[in-house]
């Protein structure tokens, strides 16, 4: 919550419309704005579907930031024009680790977790 205080924060995923609402429901989370490539009809990696998200939520490309843990998608994202955050996850793909545990350092932020990702972007945290 003290995110979106001072930043507009929108699920931006592969997934079906019904598969976030479920997912932010299991889980307890909150969203500004949920943008689904199902939505756009472009789907990641291609630069459109990140300029749509971003046209979407009336920002320029450079007024975003891609959070992720995988470098693809990032990537991506700065090659649309968005800044880039990578949040390690280690447990994300299971016991046999993710693909790409190690963040690429062109990165504008690496966190270790999403408590640090927010202090790193100016949020104090408890």
């Given at each position: 919550p003290r995110l979106r205080e001072k930043y507009i924060c929108a699920s931006f995923t592969i997934l079906?419309?019904?598969?976030?609402?479920?997912?932010?429901?299991?889980?307890?989370?909150?969203?500004?704005a949920v943008l689904s490539c199902e939505g756009i009809g472009k789907y990641k990696t291609l630069p459109e579907a990140y300029l749509t998200a971003?046209?979407?939520?009336?920002?320029?490309?450079?007024?975003?930031?891609?959070?992720?843990?995988?470098?693809?998608?990032?990537?991506?994202?700065?090659?649309a024009g968005f800044k880039?955050?990578?949040?390690?996850?280690?447990?994300?793909?299971?016991?046999?680790?993710?693909?790409?545990?190690?963040?690429?350092?062109?990165h504008d932020i690496i966190a270790d977790n999403f408590p640090d990702l927010a202090r790193q972007l100016g949020i104090q945290v408890r």
């Open positions: 079906s419309f019904r598969m976030i609402i479920d997912t932010a429901k299991r889980n307890g989370l909150s969203w500004d971003a046209k979407w939520l009336h920002l320029e490309p450079g007024e975003c930031c891609m959070v992720a843990c995988h470098n693809f998608d990032l990537d991506a994202a700065k090659k880039t955050a990578f949040v390690r996850r280690p447990d994300e793909w299971g016991a046999s680790g993710p693909p790409d545990p190690e963040p690429n350092p062109q």
